[in-house]
């Protein structure tokens, strides 16, 4: 069961209470996985039955008086009761190895802070933490959650204009037949500042990149195109690594020209520590990139459909879906999710219906993956 984004916010203000007067909305949005814009939506209803109450402050870090929160007595009682709520509450944590570990939240929490801790990145607060403890959770989305926690300070600590934070894909926990590739990434990334991996839509390039940064260890800010000001607030932390993506990174132009159709975007506008991390850029095209670049061209068949038979799909069943779903190792790893009845019930239509179905299941949890 998810915990209430206010109860978030009451067991935040709970565990923070010696920060009284210097919790304002962006401490609330970082540290309690609610948007921006939708923080005076949460704290609204909380104001009008009086459990938090509203003045201006300087939180840490600003120049500027803002809204700042702290709890009423009414409000502090109700938290100490939503605290001990998410004390007993159990989830499922797929561990970094693959292990799966059935505990309560705080222990959970403490054993991946543990983890964290070593790796020299920030811990997650409960309160974050809550706002994805739902039923189970693997070390891909905490890795992130980490990577998530907001600097609310500095001007400098903006992203810059005309790109946004996104969340990274899942790791699968079961491995594919891409080592080869991980190993060639491994060599460019060794000696190169700015690495294009790129192939067709589909082909599990966003995969390879988060395994692959999942095995060094590396602190990453997933990044896309879009409009904007870059009024996003940075992550804590500095980062290891930068993987940008979306439509607009190649110049069509260049090519013609003969020029590096994709090049790093980069300039003054970018905080100091991101100019210096490593950066890989996902393009999706069926063409070639001149080095230092990675063609990903999604699994062969044969490795393909051997994975899906191994996860319950009648062989002509996967080898039609091999052909759908374009080799994409995203889908496939997403197999293992879809209930055995479901599997066992596609042996009763026609093929062509039994790969929709398994598509339709698969992305109706948004399990794609470009």
């Known amino acids: 069961m998810s915990v209430p984004s206010s109860e ?20 609330l949005s970082a540290n309690c996985g609610i948007g921006r814009t939708h923080v005076p939506r949460t704290l609204k209803p909380l104001l009008d039955d009086g459990l938090i109450r509203e003045t201006t ?5 600003r120049q500027r008086r803002v809204k700042v929160y702290s709890l009423t007595e009414k409000g502090a009682l109700e938290a100490k009761a939503a605290h001990q709520r998410a ?13 799966t570990v059935k505990d309560r939240v705080p222990e959970v929490l403490r054993s991946v802070n543990d983890r964290l801790s070593s790796m020299s990145r920030p811990p997650i607060p409960l309160s974050l933490f809550l706002s994805v403890a739902n039923g189970t959770i693997d070390w891909s989305t905490v890795s992130w959650l980490s990577s998530s926690m907001r600097q609310t300070c500095g001007p400098d600590r903006c992203l810059p204009e005309g790109w946004a934070p996104i969340v990274p894909p899942p790791v699968p926990t079961r491995p594919f037949n891409i080592q080869g590739q ?13 690495v294009v991996v790129h192939g067709p839509p589909s082909a599990g390039k966003r995969t390879l990149v988060a395994r692959w940064a999942t095995s060094k260890g590396k602190n990453v800010l997933w990044l896309v195109k879009a409009k904007g000001e870059g009024e996003d607030l940075l992550e804590r932390g500095s980062y290891d690594l930068i993987v940008i993506g979306g439509e607009g990174l190649m110049d069509l132009g260049s090519i013609l020209r003969g020029d590096p159709p994709v090049l790093d975007p980069r300039n003054d506008g970018w ?14 095209t069926e063409g070639d990139i001149p ?32 052909g759908a779903a374009k080799g994409n190792p995203g889908l496939l790893s997403r197999l293992p999710s879809v209930p055995a009845e479901e ?13 929709l179905k398994l598509l339709f299941l698969l992305r109706s949890n948004k399990l794609d993956e470009r």
């Open 8 to 27: 978030r916010v009451l067991i935040h203000l709970f565990l923070n209470s010696a920060m009284e007067g210097a919790v304002d909305q962006e401490e």
């Open 57 to 61: 402050g300087r939180s840490p870090g």
């Open 343 to 355: 599997l066992r019930a596609l042996s009763s239509v026609s093929e062509e219906n039994a790969v």
């Open 291 to 322: 080095s230092p670049s990675l063609k990903v061209p999604g699994l062969e068949a044969a490795s393909f459909v051997e994975e899906a038979v191994n996860a319950g799909v009648p062989v002509s069943i996967a080898t039609a879906l091999f």
């Open 182 to 194: 991980l190993v060639e990434l491994d060599r460019l990334m060794s000696r190169e500042r700015f």
């Open 87 to 99: 004390s007993i509450m159990e989830i499922t944590f797929v561990t970094e190895e693959g292990r």
């Open 271 to 284: 905080a100091a520590d991101l100019l210096n991390a490593p950066m890989i850029a996902i393009v999706d």
